[in-house]
């Protein structure tokens, strides 16, 4: 069954803004991560948090996680015209299955 | 140098067909993954090797069959291809987290 969901489905902003997206997960987990998919491409990893982190950071990505209420943010700032793309969380359960689940994404459109 | 390569990217095909698509991986990873991608994005997983060895398999068609030659290789078969089998196909990799995808083969079966 589908672990992560994402929302706003799609999200469309001026360059220049900040972005943010939303994930909100079912089952207690070991870590969450955040993928890029560029069209007609692969997912690409962005960054991960683990269980016992509240917050990270990574150039102009952060990331926040709540355990308590089973939810995770993405925050782009000055978004440019390459960020355009879709955006998944993942989550890796506690029972180690190896299973990696997919949310199904947000479509992020940075305007000119 | 492509870390996970999948071939063929484009895959055009009639229903009732059989077909394979390849995907290497030249990380040293030892867990390799077949994902399926459908029309509306959502990206659930089919299978996944550790070294050889079948450790997830999803409720998947048994029309499906990974193989694992080598732990840097994991192929997908599909037999009597169906029009819902049409999707996009995305092999991954990974040594724990997180995943390493290759780029896609696109699978429309007509």
């Known amino acids: 069954s589908q672990q992560g969901e994402e929302d706003p489905q799609a999200l469309s902003i001026q360059e220049g803004e900040n972005a943010t997206m939303n994930c909100s997960y079912k089952?207690?987990?070991?870590?969450l991560q955040w993928y890029r998919q560029n069209s007609g491409r692969g997912l690409v990893h962005l960054i991960l948090?683990?269980?016992?982190?509240r917050e990270k950071h990574s150039g102009r990505l952060r990331v926040t996680l709540d355990t308590s209420k089973k939810s995770s943010s993405l925050l782009i700032t000055a978004s440019r015209a390459a960020d355009t793309a879709s955006y998944f969380c993942?989550?890796?359960?506690?029972?180690?299955?190896?299973?990696?689940?997919f949310g199904k994404g947000t479509r992020l459109h940075i305007l000119p | 140098d492509t870390a996970v390569s999948q071939t063929p990217k484009y895959l055009v095909t009639q229903m009732g067909n059989d077909k394979s698509i390849k995907c290497e991986q030249n990380l040293g990873h030892d867990t390799m993954y077949w994902y399926k991608q459908d029309s509306k994005k959502f990206l659930k997983i089919m299978f996944s090797?550790?070294?050889?060895?079948?450790?997830i398999n999803e409720t998947v068609p048994n029309r499906f069959s990974p193989k694992s030659p080598d732990k840097a290789h994991l192929n997908l078969h599909i037999n009597s291809l169906e029009l819902g089998d049409s999707a996009v196909y995305f092999c991954a990799s990974s040594l724990g987290s997180p995943l390493h995808f290759g780029n896609g083969t696109r699978l429309t079966v007509t």
């Open positions: 948090i683990r269980s016992n982190e």
């Open positions: 089952t207690s987990i070991n870590n």
């Open positions: 993942a989550t890796d359960s506690l029972n180690r299955d190896d299973k990696i689940i």
């Open positions: 090797y550790n070294n050889k060895e079948l450790i």
